[in-house]
């Protein structure tokens, strides 16, 4: 499958994005899907994960609260929708998808997991 993150832009802080995540190749079908950032001269974090039915959602604790990871399966599509952004949170965000992810928060919180990866989208917040 390949993915395409889209929907990054530069915005001032409290402002809101939507990020998508769509697939192409093959539907999402039985995949977990994952967001995870970098920013310059960090290492790739985790910000939010969703399974397959959608019932499983997960979240960084910096994100939490702020951040809302949703999925349209029907459109093979997963969003990221980011309100009340911080300066923290610029960096490029990437998709990334498995369907061989145990059903825990370890597993779906680590990047070694997925399979799956497409080109990030830069987000940048200004303050």
């Known amino acids: 499958v390949q993915l395409q993150a889209s929907g990054g832009g530069l915005v001032r802080t409290e402002d809101s994005l939507k990020l998508s995540c769509a697939a192409s190749?093959?539907?999402?079908?039985?995949?977990?899907v994952g967001w995870f950032r970098q920013a310059p001269g960090k290492e790739r974090e985790f910000v939010a994960a969703i399974s397959w039915s959608g019932d499983n959602t997960y979240y960084s604790d910096s994100v939490k609260g702020r951040f809302t990871v949703s999925r349209n399966s029907a459109k093979n599509m997963v969003y990221l929708q980011m309100n009340s952004l911080r300066p923290e949170d610029s960096a490029v965000y990437y998709c990334?998808?498995?369907?061989?992810?145990?059903?825990?928060?370890?597993?779906?919180?680590?990047?070694?997991?997925?399979?799956?990866w497409g080109p990030g989208t830069l987000v940048t917040v200004s303050s």
């Open positions: 190749g093959r539907a999402y079908t039985g995949d977990v």
């Open positions: 990334a998808a498995s369907k061989s992810i145990a059903n825990t928060q370890v597993a779906f919180t680590s990047p070694s997991q997925y399979i799956y």
